[in-house]
């Protein structure tokens, strides 16, 4: 006859296995994820050593949501277009989503309520243009690899009168040095950028929309459904409880 007191060790001991199993099993599914975005001032960028902004805190908090391990980082975007394209697990923190993107990634979701992209001038350029056959007749700057650029691509701008840029202050001492007579860019990134050259940002003018366009969170093409699946319910949950709402906006 076996004691109960074997018999409770014994079912204590299963119990416990199977919790340590199931916490195994748990442990595994969890996949470490490489987070890129490029500096993208307000949204995201670097101050005093540490990464803010709301496109940042979002990804953050669909990151930490999810419980997998994750690594966040800024790089030039041209490198980080290229990894995404190639490797997996990789998501994109800030790419916006355009006809020409579509097919190559995994949405999540937004991280902006849409960006306005204008062509801006030297506010003492008396140029006027009015149409977009009237800009291509013009220099115009873009950062390289963005939808900025494949917009004019799109739009039929000749190669010889796009300049394109790696880095953003390059983009706009380019203009201030009237190398180009345009460049395109959203008004707050462009003001932004302008106040850490220490440049009045009014020296800058609007003077031609050119389209919207709404940022989000994508994984690489080759990531896991799983991995997809976990990352939409994050943020569908958080969007639900109103937890995105304001960094939204």
Not at 40 to 51: A, I
Not at 201 to 222: C, H, R
């Amino acid at each position: 006859m076996v004691r109960p007191f074997f018999v409770a060790m014994w079912l204590m001991s299963f119990l416990l296995w199977g919790v340590s199993s199931s916490q195994a099993d748990s442990n595994q599914s969890l996949v470490f994820i490489k987070a890129r975005c490029a500096e993208w001032r307000p949204f995201v960028y670097e101050d005093k050593g540490q990464l803010v902004g709301p496109a940042y805190e979002i990804a953050l908090k669909v990151l930490k949501h999810t419980q997998h391990p994750f690594d966040y980082q800024l790089q030039p975007w041209a490198r980080v277009y290229n990894d995404a394209l190639n490797q997996e697990n990789f998501l994109v923190a800030c790419i916006g989503r355009t006809p020409k993107r579509e097919k190559l990634f995994h949405w999540i979701g937004p991280i902006s309520k849409g960006v306005e992209i204008y062509f801006f001038k030297l506010s003492e350029n008396p140029l006027k243009i009015t149409s977009l056959s009237q800009a291509k007749e013009l220099k115009v700057g873009a950062m390289r690899g963005t939808y900025n650029y494949d917009f004019l691509e799109l739009n039929g701008f000749k190669d010889k009168d796009v300049h394109q840029s790696v880095k953003s202050e390059q983009l706009l001492n380019m203009l201030i040095n009237k190398r180009y007579d345009l460049v395109i860019s959203d008004e707050k990134q462009l003001q932004s950028e302008a106040r850490k050259l220490k440049v009045n940002p009014d020296v800058f003018e609007k003077i031609l929309f050119a389209f919207t366009v709404t940022d989000n969170l994508a994984f690489s093409k080759n990531t896991s459904e799983h991995i997809i699946k976990t990352f939409k319910d994050a943020y569908s949950h958080l969007e639900r409880n109103g937890k995105l709402e304001e960094l939204l906006r």
